[in-house]
């Protein structure tokens, strides 16, 4: 089923509205997410931003359909996802989302050429050879061409974070969800990550939603939401 108001914003591709979440159980139970309502569009970059534990990371492991909703509702591409089966999930994942977290999460012991290549084989849509040559020209694209054949492990903490971005982007995502992608790097690699997310999102009409404690990026982005005790502000 898809929303009315889904159809009406023709350019939100990712969009969940009165999201509810609680974690933990019995005394610990904490509402987490208080009816959270969210739209991501094409071409626009997003900061969502508030002190830690508001909620932010959970919505966006929602978004990312790593979680389920207690509650609500979460549209991608005009499917409903929220409420549907895990192979269901799982394909729409690999074909409209590409993730990109904190910590990088590379096979350290693979070369930044096979990491980035992981999710295409992954999707199976492509043949050996046009996921290698999508995977250089990704590698090019975020500085590392060079580097390709170099095993993760021998990549500085900047390079592996751009390996991660350039994995994110492996099967043409139509929406990046970034979880403090700059939060271990120094200022010139942030600045690096954060103008390159940016460029994709305007150069492809990619929608990313960034989860940053950094005031500086925030600022910079198209929108930007605040949340407070599981809500937006």
Same mark, same amino acid.
């Given at each position: 089923?898809?929303?009315?108001?889904?159809?009406?914003?023709?350019?939100?591709?990712?969009?969940?509205?009165?999201?509810?979440?609680? %974690?933990?159980?019995?005394?610990? &139970? =904490?509402?987490?997410?208080?009816?959270?309502?969210?739209?991501?569009?094409?071409?626009?970059?997003?900061?969502?931003?508030?002190? /830690?534990?508001?909620?932010?990371?959970?919505?966006?492991?929602?978004?990312?359909?790593?979680?389920?909703?207690?509650?609500?509702?979460?549209?991608?591409?005009?499917?409903?996802?929220?409420?549907?089966?895990?192979?269901?999930?799982?394909?729409?994942?690999?074909?409209?989302?590409?993730?990109?977290?904190?910590?990088?999460?590379?096979?350290?012991?693979?070369?930044?050429?096979?990491?980035?290549?992981?999710?295409?084989?992954?999707?199976?849509?492509?043949?050996?050879?046009?996921?290698?040559?999508? =995977?250089?020209?990704?590698?090019?694209?975020?500085? %590392?061409?060079?580097?390709?054949?170099?095993?993760?492990?021998?990549?500085?903490?900047?390079?592996?974070?751009?390996?991660?971005?350039? &994995?994110?982007? =492996?099967?043409?995502?139509?929406?990046?969800?970034?979880?403090?992608?700059?939060?271990?790097?120094?200022?010139?690699? /942030?600045?690096?990550?954060?103008?390159?997310?940016?460029?994709?999102?305007?150069?492809?009409?990619?929608?990313?939603?960034?989860?940053?404690?950094?005031?500086?990026? =925030?600022?910079?982005?198209?929108?930007? &939401?605040?949340? &407070?005790?599981?809500?937006?502000?």
């Amino acid at each position: 089923m898809t929303s009315p108001t889904a159809l009406a914003d023709r350019s939100a591709v990712l969009r969940c509205e009165n999201l509810h979440r609680h %974690l933990g159980a019995s005394e610990a &139970r =904490a509402h987490v997410l208080r009816g959270v309502s969210f739209a991501a569009r094409r071409g626009e970059v997003c900061a969502i931003v508030g002190p /830690s534990g508001c909620g932010k990371s959970t919505l966006l492991y929602q978004l990312g359909l790593l979680d389920r909703p207690d509650g609500g509702e979460i549209w991608l591409d005009g499917a409903a996802l929220g409420g549907a089966d895990d192979e269901a999930r799982t394909a729409a994942r690999g074909r409209h989302l590409g993730f990109v977290f904190q910590f990088h999460y590379l096979l350290l012991e693979f070369s930044a050429l096979e990491n980035v290549m992981l999710p295409m084989r992954k999707l199976g849509r492509l043949t050996p050879a046009a996921m290698e040559a999508r =995977a250089r020209e990704l590698l090019a694209a975020v500085g %590392l061409a060079d580097k390709a054949a170099r095993p993760a492990a021998h990549l500085s903490g900047g390079e592996q974070q751009r390996v991660a971005v350039a &994995r994110a982007l =492996a099967n043409e995502p139509a929406v990046i969800l970034a979880d403090e992608p700059t939060g271990n790097l120094d200022a010139a690699n /942030s600045e690096a990550v954060f103008a390159l997310l940016c460029r994709l999102a305007r150069e492809h009409r990619q929608a990313v939603v960034m989860v940053t404690h950094n005031p500086e990026l =925030a600022a910079r982005c198209d929108v930007t &939401r605040p949340m &407070r005790d599981g809500r937006f502000v």
